[in-house]
């Protein structure tokens, strides 16, 4: 097999040609930009980070032996050259060596190609943010590289307003990470991952995104019935977290632990603080969530999901519904692209218990179709959670009785027995 120990553009390119892909396709097969393909076009001496170092190593192991033989005869050529003596080749690689050794002076790399690299990443993050209809195992592993790629330019840089943009795509990804391994029901990776966001948001000096992170925390709290434990978190972002959006975050997933502590009065007071904050991000907009927005975005959709789960903890069919609706008709207004598939099935899962609290049968049944519906790969532990509830809800007084309630709790069984993604106990 070829081997190669420092990866460039060129070879880059001459392992793609060997593939016969497009830009397009091979940047796909290595899970990177199309824009760092078409770099390595335009500047064949670049040297790709560690982490591209790693991926171009394994794809060149990938490739079958005709394609590797391929490449073996390409950068052959490319090494010889007709007619160099000896003592020629000497001169070559004294001066290649000196212009390698300048071309990668670490005094070099921190500037404007650092610069560059921090912006595609902030880039790159976005896109990913933004992206609702991603897998959650696809999101993690893209989330993941772009998160390794700004720790390698972190190392590297001795700049500070480069090194605290690197500190929030840092954290940005480690954010990702944390919240899609909680979708793949990895509880204890999740948590730690969630916890070092904070500490990276910390280090960038970022408020809105340690206040997220915060808010990550008291939801994986929730979710782990430990609304306690999420209270705690939620006093401690308030202390730092912006005017304005997200305040008006926190508090609505407060609402969710106080609901979990039974204490409906709470729950009102808590989301009546939180329109007065909702005033105030329309004075004071959030610039993570303006200008990167997506997963880091909160706003009226996901609030009124947030008060439905609250009510629905408190048994209260009537207002969940009303609020579950809102949140359905906010999320079914975004472009087709921009849905997120989770919150919405989770939202029809949510209005399907609300019916069952209103004694409607039937109105569940139908909230229900589009859920069973969905591919295995798509449910996550948010949605077998929130289907593992509505399942127990048919299982008890009234619904145990009935015929056919009986029947959707048999079929919401099978569909949470063929899935890998298991609801936290």
Sequence with gaps: MAEV?????????????????TNERFAAWLGIAVRTVAYWHSRPDTVPGQANQDVLTAALKRLSETAQTRFRATISQSAQTPGTTAGSASVTDVVTSAADSISNDPLLTEG????????????????????????????????????????????????????ADLYVVIGQGTSLMASTAFDLGHWNESATLARASTQYADM??????????????????????????????????????????????????????????????????????????RDDAEASPDGLSKSVGGE????????????????????????????ARAAL????????????????????????????????????????????????????????GRLAKVRNLLSVPPWDADPEARQIAERLSAWLAETSARPLQ
Aim: proline share 3%; glycine share 8%; aromatic share 6%.
């Design 5 to 21: 120990e420092r990866w460039t553009g060129g070879l880059a390119c001459a392992l793609q040609a060997s593939a016969n892909m």
């Design 329 to 384: 008709a906010s999320y079914e207004s975004l472009p087709a692209a921009r849905r997120p598939y989770s919150q919405i099935n989770g939202t029809h899962i949510d209005i399907a218990a609300a019916h069952l609290h209103m004694g409607d049968r039937d109105g569940a049944h139908a909230a229900l179709g589009e859920v069973l519906e969905l591919p295995a790969h798509k449910r996550n532990v948010s949605l077998t």
């Design 296 to 323: 880091f975005a909160f706003g009226d959709a996901r609030a009124a999901a947030c008060a439905a789960a609250a009510w629905l903890d408190l048994r209260n069919g009537d207002e969940a519904a009303r609020y």
């Design 112 to 163: 404007t190609a650092t610069s560059e690299s921090v912006e595609s990443l902030q880039e790159d993050m976005m896109l990913l943010a933004r992206s609702g209809g991603m897998a959650a195992l696809d999101v993690f592993r893209t989330a993941r590289r772009l998160r390794d790629e700004a720790r390698s330019l972190a190392e590297r840089t001795r700049r500070p307003g480069v090194l």
């Design 204 to 277: 960038a000096g970022h408020a809105a995104l340690k206040a997220w992170t915060y808010g990550l925390q008291m939801t994986l709290a929730n979710w782990r019935n430990e609304p306690d434990t999420a209270l705690t978190y939620f006093a401690r972002a308030m202390r730092g977290a912006p005017t304005g959006e997200p305040k008006f975050r926190l508090r609505y997933i407060a609402s969710r632990s106080h609901a979990l502590l039974g204490d409906s009065a709470s729950v009102a007071d808590v989301l009546d603080a939180a329109q007065r904050d």
